[in-house]
């Protein structure tokens, strides 16, 4: 069975002042998957959230959730997304539960079993019926989720959710939404500037600059590429360093940290490490140093900080 896409991006466009922000953006997100939606300062990440939550109208194109067009059936469609684009707005003189349950009146057919469901998913059990002014910021965004979650989204959205947040806080939130889309079967959006951590927690990531999709892959397809940087620790080092730039010619070998660095197909290792021997150099390991996102992400969008 073709799996469908909860949400979809068809040729969206968003003019501005007479400026294009947005220039035909076509995305989709599927059930059970993270991602990560990446991009330089200004690129669109913002504006095509809220043109997907509706806080934003389209200029051109269509977005539809879960097959629902938002602009054609806008409740229909809205029904299937939970989102906190900023930071989870509750009440801090009531408890986590108080909150919840307020929350659940503005949705049709939550019931107390779905409350304690939720609180069970974001790991709240033992602090939901404390006032939520004695929670920790890594607490109020698990509330935060468990109140866009009441509904039964299809899409969950989130704008940075680890801003703020203590590395073992960080470390929480990203464990849990990947709890969620793997248990709930969400599609989850999630835009945020800490690279290292979107490595760890997206499943495919999006990159948008000045208004342009320039990539949709994988992590790991997105981060390899045929050529590997590679660590050759070898003895004598200088010696080693000149036979290699010879062997290749057009091939740059450096010698960084105490070993050699050079940028190779893992298909050219065994004829260079023989002509290596060959040669009296002794090889004592070859080990990938694989690129991080950080790394790709400034390569793809030519230097360009992430924000």
């Known amino acids: 069975m073709k799996n469908i896409p909860i949400v979809q991006l068809n040729n969206v466009k968003k003019r501005i002042n007479g400026k294009w922000i947005i220039k035909g953006i076509n995305l989709d997100v599927f059930s059970g998957e993270v991602l990560g939606l990446l991009g330089p300062n ?9 043109m997907i939550v509706g806080l934003s109208s389209m200029t051109e194109g269509e977005i539809k959730i879960n097959g629902v067009s938002i602009s054609r059936s806008f409740e229909q469609a809205i029904s299937f997304v939970g989102a906190i684009i900023e930071n989870p707005e509750m009440y801090k003189f009531m ?30 059990e033992n602090a939901i019926h404390n006032k939520a002014k004695t929670y920790s910021l890594g607490m109020r965004q698990r509330l935060g989720i468990a109140q866009a979650l009441l509904h039964k989204p299809k899409l969950l959205i989130l704008d940075e959710p680890t801003n703020g947040l203590d590395p073992a806080g960080i470390r929480e939130i990203r464990d849990y939404l990947r ?3 793997r248990e709930e079967n969400l599609a989850v ?29 994988r992590i790991n397809d997105f981060i390899e590429t045929s050529e590997t940087n ?27 940290d105490h070993d050699i660095v050079l940028n190779l197909n893992k ?4 004829a260079l490490i023989g002509y290596l021997i060959d040669n009296d150099i002794k090889v004592y390991g070859v080990v990938p140093a694989t690129k991080s996102l950080e790394e790709r992400f400034l390569e793809v969008t030519g230097g360009n900080n992430i924000v």
């Open 267 to 270: 298909e050219d290792i065994p």
């Open 95 to 124: 408890s986590g539960y108080q909150n919840l349950e307020f929350f659940a009146k503005m949705s049709k057919g939550v019931t107390k079993d779905r409350i304690q469901e939720v609180v069970k998913l974001v790991g709240l």
């Open 179 to 181: 709890k969620l889309a």
């Open 189 to 217: 959006i999630v835009s945020s500037h800490l690279l290292a951590e979107m490595e760890l927690m997206a499943d495919r990531i999006a990159i948008i600059q000045q208004g342009e999709l320039l990539d949709v892959q």
């Open 230 to 256: 590679y660590i050759l620790q070898t003895e004598p080092k200088n010696e080693a360093l000149n036979l290699i730039n010879m062997y290749f010619n057009s091939k740059k070998a450096k010698i960084k």
């Open 42 to 50: 200004g690129a669109g990440k913002t504006t095509t959230i809220r």
